[in-house]
């Protein structure tokens, strides 16, 4: 993630992009970026000054908690001790503070001044209009960053029309929407473009497992996670942060509460300190239950739960304080003990992460050597973090070198470059004879091998490959439990842990099988072809679904991790076959499901038929008004910059970027056209006007423009044909 805000924060220094998220997130604003870019424009990029926006924020926090906890206590001595513990928390806070995740640190000292502010509104003082604005804007632009801002929001937004309920039309309440609603425009651009999404669902079942992982990740806001096994005196003295901590925010529900039946029984809420605090306790009370109800909280994650900062280190100020009236020395006890196990916390924490970043970064070093040697300009890398770690140090050093991960990356500008290098170097950490075996079976054995730090490098891969066209389902002979591989309707699939084998009505030159697998897939498959269905001949190795595909004169990379949005090629000899089996071992048997196949024979006639240059292509789509062109993604790549704004392309091989023009799935009426390969272009003319799909059909070389007229049919783009949703 800090390299993916490096890479945005350099984009915008130059003004080559200006995101409103972090690339490749729909939920996640990018204000770290956007603090971290003139940063960037004075001094370039630096590892360094990736922390430089936390760092700023965390240590502007200091003063919104003095505020929040002199405002909610009614005493400037706690709010001294609420910004020390800001300023001295526990390791899993401090590492959000110094690091740039997702923007924590400005939720959280943003949320502690909307909440400063729903104090003071609670407390019957009046504001200067600009002031309520402000606060308003800053509300906005704290949803814009993370919706985990929401809760804060919501508490200022009900203390505020609760206040003043008596005059709902009220100048500070005008004053607060206004700002508010200035505040969210990039996030209403957000929603209006890419909609939000990975932001959880919201369910009360297994409430008791929600239970448990709150417990779980609140006690580890103070202890490590177990998978980092750390010295007993550490342990032992975050346990008694734990304690301490929690017993403050006990106490505090306990007093509020306390003051509140007093205030019931008449008296004035102004002249009692404590019952000020009643805004931090509705905001903890809410910030809980809304974190019960959301399923993202069974991940157990800290990050998520860093909100309850406010509250707990609040909690924590005003319970000392009340203790110093009755021992001195407890109180001091009380903030010396919290504040040192954090201190031992994050001392032995840090040390420890520091010699672990020694050892990256002279592995760093080494990739990036061993990668210059092999002058390439364009590197997939099957481990995520390391391909974006690799793409900044990229841009530190001012080499021209695309780095993408198995995923597609979060950067999309840098993923269509990688698509229009004709040479993409491919580095896996799997087993090079099983990955030079699945190359091998799709695209044949033209492809070169170099070390890159104990890595192989796949690269110079071009694929060979024969001329042909697809043989049509009514040519296969399945039983009924085969039907839904054939049926061209990607919505249903063959779920299986079986072999399965396809018949035709007569023998023939099959050179080229494409299969649609859905999110499962068997541990290996060997597909195995037969003239008479007596004799057998393996066209390969038992082998797992291959990662490449050939298209055009490049091997690309398999850009997801689950293979239902790209398919799966065999290209092979032709072969007389009248049986096609695909054989899943027994001893590797694994329940899968396959939405789709596809064949193909051998034919001469396509041999024939030359490119067009895609300026051409790009005429033809304006030519039939297109709104939105299908293409292979070698020609989406390539056309996308002539396309401009005019019409979109869509790519489904990056079907997880939050982009409408990235799904798949499309309405194929007015507007839309697909390119199709000359080999798949029969079939599907006579699918299409079985369905009575209204179309035109112009020649693109070794491709057919299939232009769309009125009405509309739901669709599925497969990346080389149309088949139905």
Same mark, same amino acid.
């Given at each position: 993630?800090?390299?993916?805000?490096?890479?945005?924060?350099?984009?915008?220094?130059?003004?080559?992009?200006?995101?409103?998220?972090?690339?490749?997130? $729909?939920?996640?604003?990018?204000?770290?970026?956007?603090?971290?870019?003139?940063?960037?424009?004075?001094?370039?990029?630096?590892?360094?000054?990736?922390?430089?926006?936390?760092?700023?924020?965390?240590? +502007?926090?200091?003063?919104?908690?003095?505020?929040?906890?002199?405002?909610?206590?009614?005493?400037?001595?706690?709010?001294?001790?609420?910004?020390?513990?800001?300023?001295?928390?526990?390791?899993?806070?401090?590492?959000?503070?110094?690091?740039?995740?997702?923007?924590?640190?400005?939720? &959280?000292?943003?949320?502690?001044?909307? @909440?400063?502010?729903?104090?003071?509104?609670?407390?019957?003082?009046?504001?200067?209009?600009?002031?309520?604005?402000?606060?308003?804007?800053?509300?906005?632009?704290?949803?814009?960053?993370?919706?985990?801002?929401?809760?804060?929001?919501?508490?200022?937004?009900?203390?505020?029309?609760?206040?003043?309920?008596?005059?709902?039309?009220?100048?500070?309440?005008?004053?607060?929407?206004?700002?508010?609603?200035?505040?969210?425009?990039?996030?209403?651009?957000?929603?209006?473009?890419?909609?939000? /999404?990975?932001?959880?669902?919201?369910?009360?079942?297994?409430?008791?497992?929600?239970?448990?992982?709150?417990?779980?990740?609140?006690?580890?806001?103070?202890?490590? =996670?177990?998978?980092?096994?750390?010295?007993?005196?550490?342990?032992?003295?975050?346990?008694?942060?734990?304690?301490?901590?929690?017993?403050?925010?006990?106490?505090?529900?306990?007093?509020?509460?306390?003051?509140?039946?007093?205030?019931?029984?008449?008296?004035?809420?102004?002249?009692?300190?404590?019952?000020?605090?009643?805004?931090?306790?509705?905001?903890?009370?809410?910030?809980?239950?809304?974190?019960?109800?959301?399923?993202?909280?069974?991940?157990?994650?800290?990050?998520?739960?860093?909100?309850?900062?406010?509250?707990?280190?609040?909690?924590?100020?005003?319970?000392?304080?009340?203790?110093?009236?009755?021992?001195?020395?407890?109180?001091?006890?009380?903030?010396?003990?919290?504040?040192?196990?954090?201190?031992?916390?994050?001392?032995?924490?840090?040390?420890?992460?520091?010699?672990?970043?020694?050892?990256?970064?002279?592995?760093?070093?080494?990739?990036?050597?061993?990668?210059?040697?092999?002058? +390439?300009?364009?590197?997939?890398?099957?481990?995520?973090?390391?391909a974006h770690r690799l793409a900044f140090e990229a841009i530190v050093r001012g080499v021209n070198l695309n780095v993408v991960d198995y995923k597609s990356s979060r950067?999309?500008?840098?993923?269509?470059?990688?698509?229009?290098?004709?040479?993409? $170097?491919?580095?896996?950490?799997?087993?090079?004879?099983?990955?030079?075996?699945?190359?091998?079976?799709?695209?044949?054995?033209?492809?070169?091998?170099?070390?890159?730090?104990?890595?192989?490098?796949?690269?110079?891969?071009?694929?060979?490959?024969?001329?042909?066209?697809?043989?049509?389902?009514?040519?296969?002979? &399945?039983?009924?439990?085969?039907?839904?591989?054939?049926?061209?309707?990607?919505?249903?699939?063959? &779920?299986?842990?079986? /072999?399965?084998?396809?018949?035709?009505?007569?023998?023939?030159?099959?050179?080229?099988?494409?299969?649609?697998?859905?999110?499962?897939?068997?541990? @290996?498959?060997? &597909?195995?072809?037969?003239?008479?269905?007596?004799?057998?001949? /393996?066209?390969?190795?038992?082998?797992?679904?291959?990662?490449?595909?050939?298209?055009?004169?490049?091997?690309?990379?398999?850009?997801?991790?689950?293979?239902?949005?790209?398919?799966?090629?065999?290209?092979?000899?032709?072969?007389?076959?009248?049986?096609?089996?695909?054989?899943?071992?027994?001893?590797?048997?694994?329940?899968?499901?396959?939405?789709?196949?596809?064949?193909?024979? =051998?034919?001469?006639?396509?041999?024939?038929?030359?490119?067009?240059?895609?300026?051409?292509?790009?005429?033809?789509?304006?030519?039939h008004e297109t709104k939105i062109l299908a293409a292979n993604r070698w020609i989406a790549a390539n056309i996308a910059d002539l396309a401009g704004a005019r019409y $979109?392309?869509?790519?489904?091989?990056?079907?997880?970027?939050?982009?409408?023009?990235?799904?798949?799935?499309?309405?194929?009426?007015e507007g839309f056209s697909a390119l199709v390969d000359n080999g798949d272009a029969d079939e599907l003319k006579a699918w299409l006007a079985q369905r009575k799909v209204?179309?035109?059909?112009?020649?693109?070389?070794?491709?057919?423009?299939?232009?769309?007229?009125?009405?509309?049919?739901?669709?599925?783009?497969?990346?080389?044909?149309?088949?139905?949703?």
């Amino acid at each position: 993630d800090a390299a993916v805000l490096g890479i945005m924060a350099d984009d915008i220094a130059n003004q080559i992009a200006f995101p409103l998220v972090y690339y490749g997130q $729909g939920y996640m604003g990018s204000i770290e970026a956007w603090i971290t870019a003139p940063l960037f424009f004075i001094t370039g990029p630096t590892w360094w000054g990736l922390s430089f926006a936390p760092i700023l924020v965390s240590t +502007l926090g200091i003063f919104a908690f003095y505020l929040l906890g002199k405002c909610a206590s009614g005493d400037q001595v706690a709010g001294y001790i609420a910004a020390l513990l800001w300023a001295a928390p526990s390791f899993a806070v401090n590492f959000y503070n110094i690091t740039p995740r997702g923007c924590y640190p400005e939720v &959280v000292c943003g949320g502690a001044l909307v @909440l400063w502010f729903a104090t003071r509104i609670w407390k019957g003082e009046r504001l200067p209009p600009v002031v309520c604005a402000l606060f308003g804007l800053l509300m906005g632009i704290l949803i814009w960053t993370s919706l985990l801002a929401v809760p804060f929001v919501m508490t200022a937004l009900f203390f505020l029309f609760f206040t003043n309920r008596k005059n709902i039309m009220g100048i500070s309440n005008i004053a607060v929407s206004a700002g508010m609603l200035m505040g969210l425009v990039p996030f209403w651009i957000i929603i209006s473009h890419l909609a939000l /999404s990975d932001t959880g669902s919201f369910s009360v079942t297994n409430f008791s497992e929600r239970a448990m992982a709150l417990w779980f990740t609140y006690k580890h806001l103070f202890l490590f =996670y177990p998978k980092i096994s750390a010295p007993s005196i550490i342990s032992i003295s975050g346990w008694i942060a734990l304690g301490l901590s929690s017993v403050s925010l006990l106490a505090l529900v306990f007093i509020c509460f306390e003051d509140f039946r007093k205030h019931a029984d008449g008296v004035e809420r102004a002249a009692n300190p404590n019952f000020k605090a009643a805004p931090v306790l509705v905001f903890l009370i809410l910030f809980i239950s809304v974190y019960l109800l959301d399923e993202k909280s069974l991940l157990r994650q800290s990050r998520y739960l860093l909100p309850l900062i406010v509250p707990l280190y609040v909690a924590t100020a005003i319970t000392a304080r009340r203790v110093w009236a009755i021992s001195r020395l407890a109180a001091v006890s009380l903030v010396v003990v919290i504040v040192t196990a954090s201190i031992a916390n994050n001392t032995w924490a840090f040390a420890r992460l520091k010699r672990q970043s020694a050892d990256e970064i002279k592995l760093t070093d080494r990739i990036m050597d061993d990668i210059e040697k092999t002058g +390439l300009k364009s590197l997939v890398w099957i481990d995520y973090e390391r391909a974006h770690r690799l793409a900044f140090e990229a841009i530190v050093r001012g080499v021209n070198l695309n780095v993408v991960d198995y995923k597609s990356s979060r950067d999309i500008r840098k993923v269509r470059l990688a698509e229009k290098d004709p040479d993409v $170097g491919v580095v896996l950490t799997g087993p090079p004879n099983i990955l030079e075996g699945q190359l091998n079976s799709c695209c044949g054995p033209d492809f070169k091998t170099d070390p890159v730090a104990g890595w192989e490098v796949l690269h110079k891969m071009r694929p060979k490959r024969w001329s042909a066209v697809s043989i049509p389902p009514d040519q296969w002979i &399945v039983d009924e439990r085969l039907k839904a591989i054939s049926d061209k309707v990607f919505s249903t699939t063959l &779920v299986s842990e079986r /072999s399965f084998t396809v018949e035709f009505k007569k023998p023939y030159q099959v050179t080229k099988i494409r299969a649609i697998w859905g999110g499962r897939m068997p541990a @290996l498959v060997d &597909v195995k072809v037969s003239p008479d269905g007596d004799t057998w001949d /393996s066209i390969g190795p038992p082998l797992p679904p291959s990662p490449f595909i050939p298209i055009e004169e490049k091997v690309f990379f398999r850009t997801l991790n689950r293979y239902e949005r790209e398919y799966q090629e065999w290209n092979f000899p032709p072969r007389t076959t009248k049986y096609i089996k695909f054989d899943i071992p027994e001893k590797t048997a694994k329940v899968y499901d396959i939405h789709e196949l596809f064949i193909y024979k =051998y034919s001469k006639d396509t041999q024939k038929t030359s490119a067009l240059s895609m300026s051409k292509i790009n005429d033809m789509a304006l030519q039939h008004e297109t709104k939105i062109l299908a293409a292979n993604r070698w020609i989406a790549a390539n056309i996308a910059d002539l396309a401009g704004a005019r019409y $979109g392309v869509i790519q489904p091989s990056l079907h997880d970027f939050p982009d409408p023009l990235m799904r798949s799935r499309r309405i194929a009426g007015e507007g839309f056209s697909a390119l199709v390969d000359n080999g798949d272009a029969d079939e599907l003319k006579a699918w299409l006007a079985q369905r009575k799909v209204e179309f035109v059909i112009e020649n693109a070389g070794k491709y057919k423009l299939f232009a769309f007229k009125d009405g509309g049919r739901d669709v599925w783009w497969t990346g080389f044909t149309i088949i139905d949703y």
